[in-house]
């Protein structure tokens, strides 16, 4: 017979410390319910340990770059307080947390956030949700004025993936709104093409119109920023 010592022993530990599990945090300090649920969830705490090194590889090409490293830091610290929304119901928690770790993997965070040139503005982040790129594109230096396009589908692609522009790019299905439909069918495709950490320009198909002249096209970026910007 196997000995039983070494499990009443376990038992006895968790029922009256509690299990630490999680990597992310310390157990001993959990007093949301959500904390206590991961701390006490094998499968939990896995997923938390996942979670936190999926999140220092998305960060790490951040370091030095605080510009992208506050609000990616913002957006986390964003996430942990939604997932007190779950309190200690397991699957909810499971769930967010497998949505975190697919977006966490997401190579569009070095791009997200709202630009704008001499003609045009935009907003594009990745959004967890529908699992692909969120893009607004305006019809004015001002972000928030003259909406122009928003996004049918959308992806991104990396520039070792894109023979056509050699860039890492959104490419979006265009749903355009009432004032520019006299572009449907016109154009039919729309790219955002990132050349530099700061800068990228538009492109649309062939027989597209839009987005044809420099400087129109090119935008710069002004904020980093990793959901919907706030808009009159």
């Not at 993997?105 to 959004?127: I, M, N, P, T």
């Not at 699992?131 to 909406?147: A, H, T």
């Not at 991104?156 to 299905?173: F, I, K, L, R, S």
């Not at 016109?186 to 198909?205: M, T």
């Amino acid at each position: 017979m196997k000995p039983v010592f070494k499990g009443v022993f376990v038992a006895v530990f968790a029922l009256c410390f509690g299990s630490a599990f999680a990597a992310s945090f310390d157990c001993t300090k959990a007093r949301a319910e959500d904390e206590k649920a991961i701390c006490q969830s094998a499968e939990l705490s896995k997923l938390d340990d996942e979670l936190s090194a999926e999140f220092k590889v998305a960060i790490e090409p951040f370091k030095g770059w605080k510009e992208r490293a506050t609000p990616f830091r913002k957006n986390q610290s964003d996430w942990v307080k939604d997932r007190a929304g779950c309190g200690a119901t397991e699957g909810c928690l499971a769930n967010a947390y497998k949505k975190r770790i697919a977006w966490l993997k997401q190579g569009l965070h070095k791009w997200s956030g709202e630009w704008a040139g001499k003609r045009y503005s935009l907003s594009v982040f990745f959004d967890a949700d529908l699992n692909r790129p969120l893009v607004r594109i305006y019809d004015s230096p001002k972000l928030g004025e003259k909406f122009l396009i928003a996004e049918l589908q959308a992806r991104y692609v990396t520039a070792a993936n894109n023979m056509q522009e050699g860039t890492d790019a959104v490419q979006v299905t265009p749903e355009f709104q009432a004032d520019y439909r006299q572009y449907e069918g016109v154009c039919s495709a729309i790219s955002l093409n990132f050349e530099r950490d700061e800068e990228l320009y538009l492109a649309g198909n062939e027989s597209c119109t839009l987005f044809k002249k420099e400087p129109d096209r090119n935008l710069s970026l002004k904020k980093a920023s990793y959901h919907y910007p706030a808009t009159k």
